[in-house]
């Protein structure tokens, strides 16, 4: 084990043998830091924290720090878990959970840009990818292989489906379907992201049933539930079925197609 001098590691910490950290970081009693992560100078990791495999998280990061919640008290305290393989860039902040049985969630392979947020009791997935200031009110859940560009904001209980890209500056008040661009001062479906879909290895056949997806959703003059019963009627893909399940899931609402 690998761990500066000037480095704080509480009693009843569980480091495994693998673990490096650096000057000045500060590692409470509870938190679990599992094989060959790597913690750098001045991070924070709070008591509240589950950390799996090969995680490097970078200067002035905090994990499992206090939910940005007026109502919080310390008895509700739930955890932030983390996966395996994930990249915390310097200055990301991570809230555990307050108000559900599961915590926080982070999954594995995510890789989240200098000073981005995630607030308490979300749900991220796999492959997801913060850019600088990103930011996740509480209770948003992310599905897998996102692009939140830079200054994004996300409001609290949306949902972001897998494949989507969310352009800089944008607000996010509803939830964004699988496979699209969202853009706009509050987001609006601009399109698909037809170059993520690409670079992840959609063939063409499934990006045109995606694509003949969404014109009957928004351009078919159908209303919601009209588009949605069309979909299940037309022999429906993996994709377009992903689809239809995101739609009939949504609380929040969709956001609207520009």
Do not use: W
């Amino acid at each position: 084990m690998n761990i500066h001098q000037t480095a704080i590691i509480e009693p009843g910490a569980e480091l495994y043998p693998s673990v490096t950290v650096g000057p000045y970081s500060i590692i409470e009693s509870g938190a679990v830091i599992g094989e060959g992560c790597i913690i750098e100078s001045s991070v924070r990791i709070y008591g509240a924290t589950r950390m799996g495999k090969h995680n490097r998280v970078c200067h002035g990061a905090t994990l499992g720090s206090e939910p940005q919640d007026l109502g919080y008290t310390p008895d509700k305290s739930r955890p932030l878990s983390i996966g395996d393989h994930n990249h915390f860039k310097e200055g990301v902040n991570i809230s555990r959970g307050v108000k559900t049985d599961h915590g926080t969630l982070i999954g594995s392979h995510n890789y989240m840009m200098a000073y981005s947020h995630v607030g308490h009791d979300c749900i991220v997935g796999d492959h997801n990818i913060f850019a600088n200031t990103a930011t996740l009110a509480g209770h948003v859940e992310m599905e897998h292989h996102i692009f939140l560009s830079g200054h994004t904001a996300t409001h609290q209980f949306c949902r972001i489906g897998a494949y989507a890209m969310v352009a800089g500056v944008t607000g996010v008040p509803r939830d964004v379907p699988p496979y699209v661009v969202a853009d706009g001062h509050r987001a609006e479906i601009v399109g698909l992201n037809l170059v993520g879909l690409k670079r992840n290895g959609f063939s063409p056949q499934q990006r045109s049933a995606i694509k003949q997806a969404y014109k009957t959703l928004f351009k078919s003059g159908l209303k919601p539930a009209e588009a949605l019963e069309r979909l299940k009627a037309d022999n429906p893909t993996e994709e377009v079925l992903h689809i239809i399940r995101f739609f009939e899931a949504s609380n929040r609402g969709i956001i609207s197609h520009r």
